[in-house]
């Protein structure tokens, strides 16, 4: 069986994808700055900063699979993103090498292309348009994956994640909503789809109202989604609809708060 470790596994992604993925693997190990209560079966806590290589490649010893979601996942003053985002994405990259670990599936995030202007259609082949300091770290990590599956081997799957929420909030949501389960079923697929090399995907359902195009990638993953945000069209907010693709990451004045 497989061995993952987590980045992030404490996070809003993460805590849902361990409970998802619960009892699917051999070992689970959890990489956190701090302790992490209620664990779930098979699971074991790791402690440490993303900055410290040591122990970082010590903790990715006998793993097959490191899902790295942790960083700052919002807008932040450009110094605490290339430290978070930008340097310790480096050493989880440097740190699988380091380990022999076989693949890196990356959070990267659709805020890598959210200055494309709403309902332009797009695949993954298209030129970055980062909204906001955060979508241009997620270009950083993605040209490392790209480095270093060419130059050391190193398997990498690029997950653009859409909105990840229970059901779509917004006008926006309904392009570029990831449903819970869909996201379980996705990164399962990332985990264990062979021969991917390096690949870049959607994380996003099948919504009625997408703005990309998932195909061959989501194929070679073998990744289905079943969820479409139209479904839960009469419940979602009254809100204009966005300019950008990016929403409100994309205006010139926007801070962080939108998550």
Not at 10 to 23: D, E, F, K, Y
Not at 55 to 83: K, Q, S
Request: charge should be negative.
């Amino acid at each position: 069986m497989t061995v993952i470790l987590y980045t992030g596994g404490g996070g809003r992604m993460g805590t849902v994808l361990r409970a998802g993925l619960s009892g699917e693997f051999e070992r689970v190990v959890l990489y956190a700055r701090r302790d992490i209560p209620d664990l779930n079966p098979g699971e074991e806590v790791v402690v440490g900063e993303l900055d410290d290589l040591d122990t970082l490649t010590n903790a990715m010893a006998g793993v097959d699979v490191v899902l790295h979601f942790a960083g700052i996942a919002d807008e932040a003053p450009f110094a605490d993103i290339a430290e978070s985002n930008i340097m310790g994405t480096w050493a989880i990259f440097e740190a699988a090498r380091r380990a022999g670990v076989r693949r890196v599936v990356y959070a990267s995030s659709h805020h890598i292309i959210g200055g494309y202007p709403a309902g332009q259609f797009l695949g993954t082949e298209e030129p970055v348009r980062p909204d906001t300091y955060y979508g241009l770290s997620k270009v950083f990590g993605e040209g490392a994956a790209r480095l270093y599956h060419d130059k050391w081997g190193l398997e990498a799957v690029c997950l653009r994640i859409g909105a990840f929420r229970p059901t779509p909030e917004d006008r926006r949501h309904l392009s570029v909503w990831l449903s819970h389960r869909d996201g379980i079923h996705l990164v399962r697929r990332a985990i264990a789809a062979e021969d991917v090399g390096f690949l870049v995907t959607y994380g996003v359902s099948a919504n009625t109202r997408s703005w990309w195009n998932n195909s061959p990638s989501a194929e070679l993953l073998a990744y289905h989604p079943v969820d479409d945000a139209e479904d839960h069209l009469s419940s979602v907010a009254e809100t204009d609809e966005p300019e950008h693709q990016g929403g409100p990451f994309a205006d010139p004045e926007y801070r962080g708060g939108v998550w």
